[in-house]
C-alpha cells in the first residue's frame, strides 16, 4: 500500500474518500469538527502539490434515500473556512451535474459530492456505482479511517476500477499507532476495556490477553466476569450465554500471567436515570434488586494504581453510564488516570473519545482515534477491508 506522498498527483484528478460523518445540531451546526481537521494535512498537501480534488463521504444513515437533514452542506462551509479556499458542494455524488463539476475542475480547487449514502448502491458495494465513482478519478485516496471496516462501493469496490490507488496521512496516523502499540508495545502494556457488553468486546480481549501485561474491565461487561465468578449481580447488564466464555478469558489470562483487573465496588441504583438514588458498595454486597452503573471510588484507586508502571495503554471503552453525571466520575476519573501517566496512551474513537474530551484530558493523550468501530477491529486483529482493498488496487 503506497501514501499519498508516494504518488504523483500533481495536476490530476484525486478523489479522496474521508469520513465527514460529523455530529450536527439541530439547526444542521457542525458541534465538532475533529474529524474534518483531521485529513486537513492529507487536503493541503495535495493542494500544495496542485492537484484537482475530489471529495466524498457518507453522513448519517439515510438509508438510500435523499435526506435533506443529512446533507453535506455544513461540511462543505466548516472546510471552506478551515482551508480559507472555496469548497463547492455538487447536488449529488454521481451524475450530468457532477461531471461537468469535475470536467471544469481547475488545479488548486475542491468540490465535495454530496451524500454517498443518498444512494442505496453505496452500502450495498455496488459494482456499477463505484465504476462511475471511479470515473472521477486519475488517482484515488482513502482517508477514511473510520469508515475503514466497512465494505462499501467508495472504499472496496472503488478500487478495482481506478488505476493508481493509495492511502492519505490520517490513516498512515492511525495505521502506525495501532500497529506500534499491538506489535512492539512499550511495557508494561495495559489494556482498558469497557462498554456495556462482552459481546461488543470479545474478540479484542481474547486478542489483546495474549499480548498485555495488564488487562483492565469496567462498564456494563464487567458484571459478566463478576456472576462468572459467583458474585450478586443485580439487574446489572449480564450476558448468561458469555460466562463460560469469561471463564476461560480469566483462566487464558493466568496462563500467560496476565494480572486482571475487575470492580471491586461500584456505584448501583434502582434505575438507569439522573433522578435515581445512588450508592455506592462493595462488589460482594450488590443488591439483588438494583443494578451497578459506574466504578466505585476503590476500584477507581485500583485502576489508577495499576497504570502506575504503565509505558503502554490502550483504552476502548468506558467504566459507567457517563451520560449520567451519577454514574460519570468513574469514566472521568480514569480519564485523568491515562492522561497523567508517563505510557504512549491511545484511546480508541467513539464514547471514549466523547468521555475523554469531556474529561478535559484530550490534551494529555497521545492519540485518539477519529474511528471507534475501526480501531476496535484492529485490537481484534483483524485486516480492515478499506485498507486490504488499497493493497490489491487495480485487480
Same mark, same amino acid.
Given at each position: 500500500?503506497?501514501?499519498?506522498?508516494?504518488?504523483?498527483?500533481? #495536476?490530476?484528478?484525486?478523489?479522496?474518500?474521508?469520513?465527514?460523518?460529523?455530529?450536527?445540531?439541530?439547526?444542521?451546526?457542525?458541534?465538532?469538527?475533529?474529524?474534518?481537521?483531521?485529513?486537513?494535512?492529507?487536503?493541503?498537501?495535495?493542494?500544495?502539490?496542485?492537484?484537482?480534488?475530489?471529495?466524498?463521504?457518507?453522513?448519517?444513515?439515510?438509508? #438510500?434515500? *435523499?435526506?435533506?437533514?443529512?446533507?453535506?452542506?455544513?461540511?462543505?462551509?466548516?472546510?471552506?473556512?478551515?482551508?480559507?479556499?472555496?469548497?463547492?458542494?455538487?447536488?449529488?455524488?454521481?451524475?450530468?451535474?457532477?461531471? !461537468?463539476?469535475?470536467?471544469?475542475?481547475?488545479?488548486?480547487?475542491?468540490?465535495?459530492?454530496?451524500?454517498?449514502?443518498? @444512494?442505496?448502491?453505496?452500502?450495498?458495494?455496488?459494482?456499477?456505482?463505484?465504476?462511475?465513482? %471511479?470515473?472521477?478519478?486519475?488517482?484515488? $485516496?482513502?482517508?477514511?479511517?473510520?469508515?475503514?471496516?466497512?465494505? @462499501? +462501493?467508495?472504499?472496496?469496490?472503488?478500487?478495482?476500477?481506478?488505476?493508481?490507488?493509495? %492511502?492519505?496521512?490520517?490513516?498512515?496516523?492511525?495505521?502506525?499507532?495501532?500497529?506500534?502499540?499491538?506489535?512492539?508495545?512499550?511495557?508494561?502494556?495495559?489494556?482498558?476495556?469497557?462498554?456495556?457488553?462482552?459481546?461488543?468486546?470479545?474478540?479484542?480481549?481474547?486478542?489483546?490477553?495474549?499480548?498485555?501485561?495488564?488487562?483492565?474491565?469496567?462498564?456494563?461487561?464487567?458484571?459478566?466476569?463478576?456472576? !462468572?465468578?459467583?458474585?450478586?449481580? #443485580?439487574?446489572? $447488564?449480564?450476558?448468561?450465554?458469555?460466562?463460560?466464555?469469561?471463564?476461560?478469558?480469566?483462566?487464558?489470562?493466568?496462563?500467560?500471567?496476565?494480572?486482571?483487573?475487575?470492580?471491586?465496588?461500584? *456505584?448501583?441504583?434502582? !434505575?438507569?436515570?439522573?433522578?435515581?438514588?445512588?450508592?455506592?458498595?462493595?462488589?460482594?454486597?450488590?443488591?439483588?434488586? =438494583?443494578?451497578?452503573?459506574?466504578?466505585?471510588?476503590?476500584?477507581?484507586?485500583?485502576?489508577?494504581?495499576?497504570?502506575?508502571?504503565?509505558?503502554?495503554? *490502550? =483504552?476502548?471503552?468506558?467504566?459507567?453510564?457517563?451520560?449520567?453525571? +451519577?454514574?460519570?466520575?468513574?469514566?472521568?476519573?480514569?480519564?485523568?488516570?491515562? #492522561?497523567?501517566?508517563? %505510557?504512549?496512551? $491511545?484511546?480508541?474513537?467513539?464514547?471514549?473519545?466523547? +468521555?475523554? @474530551?469531556?474529561?478535559?484530558?484530550?490534551?494529555?493523550?497521545?492519540?485518539?482515534?477519529?474511528?471507534?468501530? %475501526?480501531?476496535?477491529?484492529?485490537?481484534?486483529?483483524?485486516?480492515?477491508?478499506? $485498507?486490504?482493498?488499497?493493497?490489491?488496487?487495480g485487480s
Amino acid at each position: 500500500m503506497k501514501y499519498i506522498d508516494e504518488i504523483d498527483i500533481k #495536476g490530476k484528478r484525486v478523489l479522496f474518500r474521508f469520513d465527514f460523518n460529523v455530529p450536527l445540531d439541530s439547526s444542521q451546526n457542525i458541534t465538532d469538527d475533529t474529524r474534518i481537521r483531521a485529513v486537513l494535512p492529507t487536503i493541503n498537501y495535495a493542494l500544495d502539490e496542485g492537484a484537482k480534488i475530489i471529495m466524498i463521504s457518507h453522513l448519517g444513515r439515510p438509508k #438510500g434515500k *435523499v435526506v435533506p437533514e443529512m446533507s453535506l452542506a455544513p461540511v462543505a462551509k466548516r472546510m471552506s473556512r478551515l482551508l480559507g479556499k472555496q469548497v463547492s458542494l455538487a447536488g449529488d455524488c454521481i451524475g450530468p451535474e457532477v461531471d !461537468a463539476m469535475v470536467a471544469g475542475l481547475q488545479p488548486g480547487c475542491l468540490v465535495l459530492l454530496e451524500n454517498l449514502r443518498f @444512494h442505496p448502491e453505496e452500502t450495498a458495494n455496488d459494482d456499477a456505482f463505484a465504476k462511475r465513482l %471511479a470515473a472521477y478519478a486519475d488517482v484515488y $485516496i482513502d482517508d477514511a479511517f473510520g469508515n475503514a471496516h466497512r465494505s @462499501h +462501493a467508495s472504499n472496496v469496490g472503488i478500487t478495482r476500477h481506478v488505476p493508481v490507488c493509495g %492511502a492519505g496521512f490520517l490513516i498512515k496516523k492511525e495505521l502506525n499507532y495501532f500497529l506500534r502499540a499491538l506489535e512492539k508495545p512499550a511495557r508494561p502494556f495495559v489494556a482498558i476495556i469497557g462498554g456495556s457488553k462482552v459481546s461488543g468486546k470479545l474478540e479484542a480481549m481474547v486478542n489483546l490477553i495474549r499480548k498485555v501485561d495488564k488487562m483492565i474491565i469496567g462498564g456494563g461487561m464487567a458484571f459478566t466476569f463478576l456472576k !462468572a465468578q459467583g458474585y450478586e449481580v #443485580g439487574k446489572s $447488564i449480564v450476558e448468561d450465554e458469555l460466562i463460560p466464555t469469561a471463564l476461560d478469558v480469566l483462566q487464558t489470562a493466568r496462563e500467560h500471567g496476565v494480572k486482571f483487573y475487575l470492580p471491586i465496588d461500584c *456505584v448501583i441504583a434502582e !434505575a438507569m436515570t439522573a433522578e435515581a438514588e445512588t450508592k455506592i458498595v462493595p462488589v460482594q454486597e450488590m443488591n439483588a434488586h =438494583w443494578m451497578g452503573l459506574d466504578i466505585g471510588p476503590a476500584t477507581i484507586t485500583l485502576f489508577t494504581e495499576a497504570l502506575g508502571n504503565a509505558k503502554t495503554v *490502550v =483504552w476502548n471503552g468506558p467504566m459507567g453510564v457517563f451520560e449520567i453525571d +451519577a454514574f460519570s466520575r468513574g469514566t472521568y476519573a480514569l480519564a485523568h488516570g491515562v #492522561g497523567n501517566s508517563y %505510557a504512549l496512551t $491511545i484511546v480508541g474513537g467513539g464514547d471514549t473519545d466523547v +468521555a475523554i @474530551h469531556r474529561a478535559g484530558e484530550s490534551d494529555k493523550i497521545g492519540y485518539i482515534s477519529t474511528g471507534g468501530g %475501526a480501531s476496535l477491529e484492529l485490537l481484534e486483529g483483524k485486516v480492515l477491508p478499506g $485498507i486490504e482493498a488499497l493493497d490489491r488496487c487495480g485487480s
